[in-house]
Nanobody, 125 residues
Framework: QVQLVESGGGLVQAGDSLRLSCAAS????????MGWFRQAPGKEREFVAA????????FYSDSVKGRFTISSDGAKNLVYLQMNSLKPEDTAVYYC??????????????????WGQGTQVTVSS
């Protein structure tokens, strides 16, 4: 099992920045990639960004590309999501997730095996 705990959410204004953190514990050596997803009220959970542990290859949704950056610290089992130029439409609960195996499917939540509890991000206009 892998446990994931997110932190760093909050209330900000449009144009501000936030950095989310995800602390992984447990059998983290069994994971292949880490991802961030978000879910706004009344909407389905959607992919935001992902990173492969082994190569640090990154993947982004079109809606956040150029504004968000995912990174990892393998030694500390931490994954970050730096969010810049935030917009009201970025408001959502952000979830950290871990996948045991998702080659070329890093943007598909069905390939993720472990999930955190989520952290709220609210962007006011």
């Amino acid at each position: 099992q892998v446990q994931l705990v997110e932190s760093g959410g909050g209330l900000v204004q449009a144009g501000d920045s936030l950095r989310l953190s995800c602390a992984a514990s447990g059998r983290t050596f069994s994971t292949y990639a880490m991802g961030w997803f978000r879910q706004a009220p009344g909407k389905e959970r959607e992919f935001v960004a992902a990173i492969r542990w082994s190569t640090s290859s990154t993947f982004y949704s079109d809606s956040v590309k150029g504004r968000f950056t995912i990174s990892s610290d393998g030694a500390k089992n931490l994954v970050y999501l730096q969010m810049n130029s935030l917009k009201p439409e970025d408001t959502a609960v952000y979830y950290c997730a871990a996948s045991k195996w998702a080659p070329n499917y890093e943007n598909d939540l069905k390939w993720y095996d472990f999930w955190g509890q989520g952290t709220q991000v609210t962007v006011s206009s």
